[in-house]
C-alpha cells in the first residue's frame, strides 16, 4: 500500500511522470534492440548507462563540491580490476565483485583525498590527472593483475552464466546498469537533498564562508569523494563483465574514460541533479557512432572521434555554457531552479 | 566569568607584526566596538578569534575554554559567528539556502533548518528575496545575509566586521535597532567599524587599536576624548 501511495503521488508531479516514461522506455528498448537485433544500438545504449553512473558520480564533487576530476579512470580501473580479479584467481560472482569493487575504488578514493584536497582548484585537477596516469603505470608493472596484458576471463559453460554473468551482447548487462544507476539514483538523491548537501555546495561556492558556517571543508570533500568514487568503480565492474577483458591502456586512460565522464558531465549540466545522465545520453552515441561507423570505414580518420570530442567541448562553451538542462532552462522548457529552490551558476 | 578572554596575542606576517601583545576580555551580554585606522589590526584580530589565523603568541579563551589554533569551523560550533569584511555569499545559491546552511549547525533536518533561516531573514529584512541568487544582491543586503547567515549559527558571540559600512543613514540606524535587539537576546556582540556614528551610538565600551597595538578603551565618551585616539586618527600636532 505504502508503494503503491508512492508511485500514485510520484505520478501526479511532472517530473515523476517524465522520470516514468522515461524509466519505460529504458526497460522496453533493450528488448526491441534484441527483437529487430541491433547489437550497436544496444551496446550504445549499455555505454550510454555506464557512464551516466559515473558521470552522476563524478559530478558529486566536480557539480556540487566543487573539485574538478580528470582521474576518474582510476576509480574506473580499480573497480574494473577488483571485480576480474575476484572473478578470475578467486571465483568471486561479479554479482558481489561489482561491489566490492567499488567499495575498493572508494577505499582509493579516500586514500587519494587526503593528499589532493590539500590542493585547490586547478590545482587539484592537474593533480588528478597525474594520480590517472600514476595508476596506469603501476598496473602496466604489476604482474599479478597481468601487467600490460591484463586479464582476460574465460568463457565459462552454460550452467555457470548466471553465476558470472557471463551473456552474448549487451542486452542483459543494460538491465544490470539499469538496476545500478537505479540504486544511485536512490543513494545520490537523498543525499544532495540532505544536510550534506547543502554542505557540499557551500564549499563549491566558498571554502572561508562555509568554514564559519560551521563546516569542515575537508571532511565533506572525504564523504563526496568516497560516493564518487563509489559509483565510479561500480561503472568499471560493468566493464569487466560486458567486456571480459581489462587492461590499463583502456581502462585507466585519460581520454576514453576520465575526459569521457568529464564531457557527458559537462554537456549535460553540472548543475542539475540529471544533467550528466542527459550529457551521457547525447555524447556517448555521437562519439560510438564516429567511432564504430566512420573511423572503421574510412580508417585514415583515425582518431576522428577524439577530435569530435573537442568540437562538441567548443560547442558547449560556445553554445551552453550550463550544459543541455542549463540550455533547456534558458529557453523556458525547464521550470526554473530559482523556483524550484535549486540555483544554478552563472 | 568573561565569555571571551584575549590574552598577549600577537600575529607576524613576515616582518609586519600586524596584531601586537593584545590583551582584552569581554563579558557575556557586552556590546563591544573595535575601532581603528585602516591596517590597525581589527581584521586580523577577528581572524585570530574565529581560528581563520594561528597566533604566533598569546592565547584565545572562550567561554571558559582555550580555542587557540582550534579550527574555523569548531570555534563557530562553540558559539562563535562571524561575518566578513569582504562578503562571501554562496553567490549560487538562493538567500534562504545561504542562512539554512548556517541554521543546519544546529538543526540537522534540513526542513526545520530552512524553516529557522526563514524566521532569521524575517527579522533581518531580507524574508522578500529569499529565493533571489546572493551574488545578485546589492552590497548593502550581502552584508545583511553575512549577518542573517552568522546569527543562524546561533551563536554566543557575534564577531560583526564591518556590516554598516556602505549603508545610508536611516538603513543604518534600522540595523542598529536590529543589533540591539540580538543583543538583548543574549548575543555577545563585538564588532569592527568605521561609522563613527554607529559605533559610537551602539558600544557600551569601545577597543582602539592602531598599529597592531590596543593604544585605548573605555566608553565612548570616555575614547572620544582621548588625545591618543585623537592622535591615531588625526596625526600628531606639529609644534
Request: charged share 20%; aromatic share 12%; with cysteine.
Amino acid at each position: 500500500m505504502g508503494m503503491l501511495q508512492f508511485i500514485k503521488e510520484g505520478l501526479r508531479d511532472r517530473n515523476g511522470q517524465y522520470f516514468a516514461i522515461v524509466a519505460a522506455v529504458m526497460l522496453v528498448a533493450p528488448l526491441i534492440f534484441w527483437k529487430l537485433d541491433l547489437p550497436f544500438a544496444a551496446n550504445a545504449m549499455l555505454l550510454c548507462l555506464m557512464f551516466s553512473i559515473m558521470a552522476m558520480a563524478w559530478n558529486l564533487l566536480e557539480g556540487y563540491t566543487g573539485q574538478l576530476s580528470f582521474g576518474h579512470a582510476v576509480f574506473f580501473g580499480v573497480g574494473a580490476y577488483t571485480t576480474m580479479i575476484l572473478m578470475l584467481y578467486y571465483r568471486v560472482t561479479p554479482w558481489v565483485g561489482i561491489f566490492v569493487g567499488g567499495l575498493v575504488a572508494a577505499l582509493v578514493g579516500l586514500a587519494l583525498g587526503v593528499p589532493l584536497f590539500r590542493l585547490r582548484s586547478h590545482w587539484f585537477a592537474l593533480a588528478t590527472i597525474a594520480v590517472g596516469e600514476i595508476f596506469k603505470l603501476i598496473f602496466i608493472s604489476w604482474d599479478y593483475v597481468g601487467g600490460s596484458a591484463g586479464l582476460q576471463s574465460p568463457i565459462v559453460p552454460e550452467e555457470q552464466k548466471l553465476y558470472y554473468l557471463q551473456y552474448a551482447g549487451s542486452y542483459v548487462y543494460i538491465y544490470l546498469a539499469l538496476g545500478l544507476l537505479g540504486l544511485e539514483l536512490l543513494i545520490m538523491y537523498p543525499l544532495v537533498k540532505s544536510r550534506i548537501g547543502y554542505y557540499l555546495q557551500a564549499i563549491r561556492e566558498d571554502e572561508d564562508a562555509a568554514m564559519s558556517l560551521g563546516i569542515n571543508p575537508f571532511k565533506y570533500k572525504m564523504v563526496a569523494m568516497f560516493f564518487s568514487a563509489l559509483f565510479t568503480g561500480i561503472g568499471g565492474g560493468i566493464y569487466t563483465v560486458r567486456f571480459r577483458f581489462v587492461d590499463p591502456f583502456a581502462v585507466f586512460d585519460l581520454i576514453s574514460v576520465s575526459v569521457y565522464i568529464t564531457i557527458a558531465g559537462i554537456l549535460g549540466g553540472i548543475y542539475s541533479f540529471i544533467g550528466p545522465i542527459v550529457g551521457s545520453f547525447v555524447f556517448v552515441p555521437i562519439s560510438e557512432y564516429v567511432r564504430v561507423y566512420i573511423v572503421s570505414r574510412f580508417p585514415r580518420f583515425y582518431g576522428l572521434h577524439v577530435f569530435v570530442l573537442g568540437v562538441i567541448l567548443l560547442a558547449i562553451s560556445l553554445l551552453a555554457p550550463e550544459g543541455i538542462m542549463g540550455w533547456l532552462e534558458k529557453k523556458g522548457y525547464l521550470r526554473k531552479r530559482e523556483e524550484t529552490g535549486e540555483v544554478r551558476k552563472e | 566569568m568573561s565569555l571571551l578572554e584575549v590574552k598577549g596575542v600577537v600575529k607576524r606576517f613576515g616582518g609586519l607584526v600586524a596584531v601586537n601583545d593584545v590583551s582584552f576580555s569581554m563579558d557575556e551580554g557586552e556590546r563591544v566596538g573595535l575601532i581603528g585606522p585602516n591596517g590597525a589590526g581589527k581584521t586580523t584580530l577577528f581572524n585570530l578569534i574565529s581560528g581563520y589565523y594561528r597566533p604566533d603568541k598569546g592565547r584565545i579563551f572562550f567561554d571558559g575554554r582555550d580555542i587557540t589554533g582550534r579550527k574555523p569551523y569548531e570555534i563557530t560550533k562553540l558559539g562563535v559567528g562571524r561575518t566578513f569584511q569582504i562578503v562571501k555569499p554562496l553567490s549560487n545559491l538562493t538567500v534562504l539556502d545561504n542562512v539554512a546552511i548556517g541554521a543546519l549547525l544546529r538543526h540537522p533536518d534540513v526542513n526545520e533548518a530552512r524553516k529557522r533561516a526563514e524566521e532569521v531573514l524575517k527579522l533581518t529584512g531580507l524574508y522578500e528575496k529569499r529565493n533571489m541568487r546572493a551574488g545578485s544582491l546589492n552590497l548593502p543586503e550581502k552584508k545583511r545575509l553575512e549577518l542573517s547567515r552568522a546569527l543562524a549559527t546561533e551563536p554566543k558571540l557575534l564577531l560583526l566586521d564591518e556590516v554598516v559600512a556602505g549603508l545610508n543613514p536611516s538603513e543604518v540606524d534600522e540595523l542598529l535597532k536590529l543589533l540591539r535587539e540580538i543583543n538583548e537576546s543574549g548575543v555577545t556582540i563585538l564588532m569592527v567599524e568605521h561609522v563613527m556614528r554607529a559605533v559610537m551610538n551602539i558600544s557600551e565600551r569601545i577597543i582602539v587599536m592602531d598599529y597592531g597595538v590596543k593604544i585605548a578603551e573605555g566608553t565612548p565618551q570616555e575614547i572620544a576624548s582621548d588625545p591618543r585616539v585623537i592622535e591615531a586618527y588625526l596625526g600628531r600636532e606639529e609644534l
